[in-house]
């Protein structure tokens, strides 16, 4: 682990998580959390340290579950190795949470991310551009994830819509055929960016495809002047960014609750 690496994800990332919403949602404190609605799950994230225990803490963590349960909405509690209280995983699932897939956190400078080959001729990488790129990149997380391709597509509008630059889609295409999509997304006021959304079909694996947007967003990192990129990988992909450069730093898990 870099404690480097950390600290700076500690002042800018998890800073920012609490005083910014993404384009097409909404952000409210409560005390040491923030929550976020307005997409198609809503969020809950902490400072390190919530600073409370007990039934304060159950407390806090039952107002949110009153606040999305009046909206019918599930959400997500996103939690990291090192969060204080140690109490707080043992309490969302005393209170009705499921915890979702670990993940690993991956970080590293723009500059300091080896460069990867290019994919075969037959694929061309490019950024997505209008909504029709955004409709086809929810159809293919419907197909990759078995999401509800309307309201991955109502989303991605929604926040195209009300984006200032801060998300770049990128595509992969075989002849007229999506087959992989990911995104960069800029954490506004920092030096870092985030990769995310990386959703490959099947078949086509294996193929340099992931390397290759990750490529991309480097590139459309640095024109935009990021420092740093930081991932939250699962498994398959933790190995693929160690080689590329990326650091561990710690771990998440997302803690979901579902309404009723």
Do not use: N
């Amino acid at each position: 682990m870099d404690d480097t690496l950390l600290a700076a994800y500690d002042a800018e990332v998890r800073a920012a998580e609490l005083t910014t919403a993404e384009p097409g949602t909404r952000l409210e404190r409560d005390g040491p959390v923030a929550r976020i609605s307005g997409a198609r799950r809503g969020f809950v994230v902490g400072e390190p340290d919530l600073g409370v225990t007990g039934q304060e803490l159950a407390a806090l963590i039952e107002r949110q579950v009153r606040f999305f349960a009046a909206r019918g909405e599930e959400f997500e509690w996103k939690t990291r190795a090192y969060d204080r209280p140690a109490e707080l995983p043992d309490c969302l699932l005393a209170a009705g949470f499921a915890p979702e897939e670990t993940e690993t956190v991956l970080i590293a400078p723009v500059d300091a991310v080896t460069a990867s080959a290019p994919p075969s001729a037959a694929v061309t990488v490019r950024e997505a551009a209008g909504r029709d790129d955004l409709r086809r990149i929810a159809e293919l997380s419907a197909a990759v994830f078995g999401t509800d391709a309307g309201a991955v597509a109502r989303e991605l509008l929604a926040r195209a819509a009300e984006d200032d630059g801060t998300t770049t889609h990128v595509v992969a295409e075989a002849g007229e055929r999506l087959v992989s999509a990911a995104r960069l997304e800029l954490v506004r006021g920092t030096t870092f960016a985030g990769l995310w959304g990386g959703a490959t079909r099947p078949e086509w694996r294996g193929r340099g495809l992931y390397r290759a947007l990750v490529a991309h967003r480097v590139a459309a990192a640095k024109a935009r002047g990021v420092r740093y990129l930081q991932v939250d990988a699962l498994p398959p992909s933790r190995p693929i960014l160690e080689r590329l450069g990326f650091t561990a730093v710690t771990t998440t898990t997302p803690y979901v609750r579902r309404p009723g």
